[in-house]
């Protein structure tokens, strides 16, 4: 298809209404894997505007005028924003990995990788907004917010996707500093700039979690005889007559791959959490709620 038939006036109207029929239907998932964990105690209620001051940090992409402090910013070259203790802790950040590995799934009766991070992505929000705490996307230059408003804004653009290539990697364009972060990926493209984003983000005191998703067929490698893989792009073809031969070397190099994640997630101080697309979404967002809690006391 030409880059001029993509831009026609039935092509976008039709890209509209699938993703019309497609966001309630997301929402609701959401909403009601979320009404299965109690809000509890998570959040810290905003007692009035007498928050104790933390810190100025540099002005970012998307903070608001009236956010920067002219009279510190009158002292340097730059502009910074007052930030207070409330600001930083109750700001979560979401990154949700789009690119094309995570549309697949081995079974029409289970969801795709993207389709599950989406709905555990805006499942978090939900009891992130409901616990009084603003929500943002990494992807995007605007600041977190809370409210529902903000909930629908965030579905929306995770409809539109932003993401090329076989692979993703997180690429966060706001991350403010001492928020909270998750990002959502199968996590099999190069590792190397998660770990780098990871340092990044210790460096401006932002915690949080990787969550891999992963389809069965991925961790089990059910495949045998003549086999052709392809990438969800198709820019990658192997195609061999013994694919069980491969399996101990594939789920030896998976594991490698998990493990390496892992670490460093430790030396940053960060969870991570392995999510399989045949399970159920409620225990990982409870783990996921629970991470967020221990990472931020």
């Given amino acids: 298809m030409s880059q001029s038939a993509l831009h026609t006036p039935e092509t976008l109207r039709s890209r509209s209404e699938t993703l019309a029929a497609a966001l309630p239907a997301l929402m609701a998932d959401a909403q009601h894997l979320s009404s299965t964990v109690l809000l509890g105690t998570h959040g810290r ?5 007498g928050d104790e001051f933390w810190q100025y940090r540099p002005a970012e992409a998307g903070d608001a005028l009236r956010a920067i402090d002219w009279r510190r910013s009158a002292r340097s070259d730059g502009h910074f924003v007052r930030q207070t203790e409330w600001q930083a802790a109750q700001s979560v950040m979401i990154g949700v990995d789009d690119a094309a590995s995570m549309t697949f799934t081995g079974s029409s009766k289970r969801p795709s990788k993207l389709r599950r991070a989406q709905t555990l992505a805006m499942a978090i929000s939900i009891l992130a907004v409901h616990g009084g705490e603003r929500v943002g996307l990494t ?12 909930l629908l804004r965030m579905a929306q653009a995770l409809m539109d996707g932003h ?21 959502f990926s199968d996590f099999l493209g190069d590792p190397t700039p ?9 460096d401006r005191g932002v915690k949080g979690a990787l969550v891999q998703v992963l389809d069965p067929d991925e961790e089990a490698f059910p495949y045998d005889g003549r086999t052709v893989f392809e990438s969800m792009s198709g820019a990658i073809r192997f195609e061999t007559l013994k ?7 594939y789920l030896a190099r998976l594991a490698e791959r998990k493990d ?34 221990k990472v931020r006391s």
């Fill in 139 to 150: 992807h995007l230059n605007e600041p977190p917010r809370g409210g529902r408003a903000q």
């Fill in 194 to 202: 998660i770990e780098q984003v990871l340092g990044r983000a210790a």
């Fill in 243 to 249: 694919a069980k031969s491969l399996r101990e070397e």
């Fill in 45 to 49: 209620k905003r007692a009035g505007t």
């Fill in 260 to 293: 390496r994640l892992a670490q460093a997630a430790r030396r940053t101080g960060w969870r991570f959490h392995v999510h399989h697309t045949d399970q159920p979404a409620e225990p990982s967002l409870l783990w996921l709620y629970g991470a967020l809690q």
């Fill in 163 to 183: 993401e090329e290539g076989d692979y993703g990697a997180p690429r966060p364009r706001v991350l403010p500093v001492g928020s909270r972060a998750v990002f």
